[in-house]
Nanobody, 115 residues
Framework: QVQLQESGPGLVKPSQTLSLTCTVS?????????WSWIRQPPGKGLEWMGA???????YYSPSLKSRTSISRDTSKNQFSLQLRSVTPEDTAMYYC????????WGQGTQVTVSS
């Protein structure tokens, strides 16, 4: 059974960088599959942000590409999200998932952008 767990600060100030990490258990991020970040702002739908593949390849939403980086630490079986220059519009529940159309989800972590 694959399990994903997000971690990171729940409050980020405007203009700073949002950093989240997803720890994966029950499967290796280097064996196969694509590992994504998805967010849901309050009252809005789900937004796919980007993904990192089993081979380290990265893919980003065009609307967020200029501000987003996804990386991984294979020794810890983790992958991470960095979102730069955040604004209050980046306030959302952030999820890490397996695949862009997910079959496994983390529980989600709320991130609020506020001064």
């Amino acid at each position: 059974q694959v399990q994903l767990q997000e971690s990171g600060p729940g409050l980020v100030k405007p203009s700073q960088t949002l950093s989240l990490t997803c720890t994966v258990s029950g499967g290796s991020i280097t064996t196969s599959y694509y590992w994504s970040w998805i967010r849901q702002p309050p009252g809005k739908g789900l937004e796919w942000m980007g993904a990192i593949g089993y081979d380290g390849s990265t893919y980003y939403s065009p609307s967020l590409k200029s501000r987003t980086s996804i990386s991984r630490d294979t020794s810890k079986n983790q992958f991470s999200l960095q979102l730069r220059s955040v604004t209050p519009e980046d306030t959302a529940m952030y999820y890490c998932t397996r695949h862009r159309v997910p079959d496994y989800w983390g529980q989600g972590t709320q991130v609020t952008v506020s001064s």
